[in-house]
């Protein structure tokens, strides 16, 4: 019997020397801050090149306030495209809005780098136009002209991208896009060759890409969290029976 207490002891000691071994963490809570700290402006430098330098009017704003690691975006856009073809003349002019939270993935960053993933309302208003040129060897040439006015479109993102510090308050960074579950409002005969804001109208989901030149406006000093750290929890020490 002594025996067996002896044994039962000993096998106590062995699991309170295993247990007090090993460390047993937990996170130490950080304090959230929801109150905004930064508005965020940015111009894509896509669209910017394509509205300077040829007959396209892409132009594309972003903007974010901070909430903690969190963001509300939105964005405008203007589109006008012209294409010119073999006995075709179409144009389309147009403007579109995105709205939806951001996430930052990055938040303990000490130069406020960031990667960040959101989901985003999307929705367009335009109007195209479209002139044919059709021959007719009796009465010479014709013109047919069809025409959309005040269309609307909506669709929904998955954005994912990346912000990076150049200096100071300037930052550089892309979004890349997923586009999905266009719903195109009633066409007559002419069906729209581009949304604005989604790209072509005869796809139901894409990918666009966007890059940005940045700038941060600062109003409040907020300063960059801790990363969370582990600390070693206590444990109660057992004592074996009979001891």
Do not use: C
């Not at 669209?47 to 892409?58: P, V, Y």
């Not at 959101?118 to 047919?144: C, K, N, P, V």
């Not at 510090?165 to 729209?192: C, E, H, Q, W």
């Amino acid at each position: 019997m002594r025996t067996l207490k002896y044994i039962i002891s000993l096998f106590v000691l062995i699991v309170n020397f295993g247990v007090s071994a090993q460390e047993i963490k937990k996170e130490q809570k950080v304090k959230k801050d929801f109150m905004p700290s930064e508005v965020i402006f940015a111009t894509d430098v896509i669209g910017l090149g394509k509205t300077l330098f040829s007959d396209e009017t892409k132009l594309e704003f972003h903007s974010k306030i901070d909430f903690h690691h969190y963001y509300l975006a939105g964005e405008l856009g203007i589109d006008k495209i012209n294409l010119t073809g073999e006995g075709f003349d179409y144009s389309s002019d147009g403007t579109f809005f995105r709205l939806g939270p951001h996430v930052n993935m990055m938040p303990y960053n000490k130069h406020r780098s960031s990667i960040f993933f959101g989901i985003m309302y999307a929705r367009s208003s335009f109007s195209d136009h479209i002139t044919y040129a059709q021959s007719d060897t009796g009465w010479g040439e014709d013109q047919l002209i069809y025409s959309n006015e005040n269309l609307e479109a909506r669709w929904f993102e998955a954005n994912m991208g990346i912000n990076v510090n150049i200096a100071g308050p300037l930052y550089m960074g892309y979004t890349v896009r997923f586009k999905f579950s266009k719903k195109l409002s009633d066409n007559g005969k002419l069906f729209p060759f581009e949304i604005p804001g989604f790209g072509q109208a005869d796809k139901g989901s894409q990918f666009g890409f966007n890059y940005y030149v940045i700038y941060k406006l600062r109003f409040r000093d907020k300063p960059i969290p801790k990363r969370p750290v582990k600390i070693p929890e206590k444990t109660e020490k057992q004592v074996p029976p009979g001891g």
